[in-house]
């Protein structure tokens, strides 16, 4: 309890005095703890904040590769790695360790700030690939001229089939990978997103992607095909089989290693939907089978040499 009197100290002033206690020491030394705890708290998620924020930027400021730097590495042959690029090539002929390759995208960006490869060593050995398949095509069609099969053949196969496929393959798959398939709720333990989880696919990554995917596309059509052209060019119904068959695969492959190299953005989700086109291919496989007794199959492989040679 508390009481409280009045104590006159003349010409009508009076003193009031009251025995309420003063506030504990204690209690209010709890109180100020609390306060800073969690200034302290807060102090530490925006400092986090800040750190992933500055991380990004330096990141992407000092450590992200540009198509024109790109390019400017591929005369500096020193520079390139070949033996880890011919490792890639052999790992994505094996659909069990395709993954490897993207393992390495996952490390560069760890260590150097982006997914994308800054060394063309392997862009470099799939045009001379390419070439060295257009002279041995352009031989076995043996046209009316060697050199002009040759330049249309390689025309189509490097800047056609390869480079510009791949910028448009590139570009379509980065706008939907950017505009649908970031995973907006992935976040830290604080509840902050950090920006690796929101952060947009790189151009030159997607361009990767498509690299990849057309080793083992070029592996089936280029090379493999080639052994067998008197088999696949005739008019027999098992040349139609193989042919078709062989090329289902091809475009098959190169749908399936888009797919993982998309998948392995941790922050992308319903990367599935790269796999839609080997629908597609399945369904224009049946459809061609099913025609073929109509005679209204097509051998794919007799469709190419009409393209590439018979219509020069």
């Given at each position: 309890m508390s009481s409280s009197s009045t104590v006159p100290m003349g010409d009508g002033v009076s003193i009031s005095t009251s025995n309420n206690p003063a506030p504990s020491s204690k209690s209010f030394a709890l109180h100020q703890r609390s306060n800073n705890v969690n200034s302290a708290s807060m102090g530490s998620v925006k400092q986090n904040n800040n750190y992933y924020n500055s991380q990004n930027t330096i990141r992407n400021n000092i450590n992200s590769i540009t198509v024109s730097q790109y390019l400017s590495r591929l005369t500096d042959i020193s520079q390139m790695d070949v033996q880890s690029a011919f490792d890639q090539m052999k790992s994505l002929l094996n659909p069990t360790q395709i993954q490897r390759v993207y393992k390495l995208s996952y490390y560069r960006k760890q260590t150097k700030g982006h997914y994308a490869r800054d060394d063309?060593?392997?862009?470099?050995?799939?045009?001379?690939?390419l070439i060295l398949s257009s002279v041995a095509y352009s031989i076995a069609f043996n046209g009316d001229s060697f050199w002009s099969t040759l330049l249309v053949f390689l025309f189509h196969s490097v800047i056609i089939n390869y480079t510009l496929v791949g910028v448009v393959a590139a570009t379509i798959g980065q706008s939907i990978a950017n505009q649908h398939l970031i995973n907006?709720?992935?976040h830290n333990n604080n509840g902050t997103m950090s920006p690796s989880m929101s952060e947009p696919v790189e151009w030159m990554?997607?361009?990767d992607i498509h690299c990849n995917a057309f080793f083992p596309f070029f592996t089936i059509v280029y090379i493999i095909q080639y052994f067998i052209l008197p088999i696949?060019?005739?008019?027999?119904f098992f040349?139609?089989?193989a042919s078709n068959t062989l090329y289902s695969m091809a475009f098959g492959y190169y749908f399936y290693v888009t797919h993982l190299g998309y998948r392995n953005l941790t922050h992308l989700k319903n990367t599935e939907v790269f796999l839609v086109p080997i629908v597609f291919v399945v369904f224009i496989f049946v459809l061609n089978l099913i025609g073929y007794p109509f005679g209204l199959g097509w051998n794919a492989s007799r469709i190419m040499a009409h393209l590439y040679f018979e219509s020069q």
């Open positions: 063309p060593a392997f862009v470099t050995i799939q045009l001379c690939f907006t709720n992935n990554y997607a361009f696949v060019l005739s008019n027999s040349a139609f089989f």
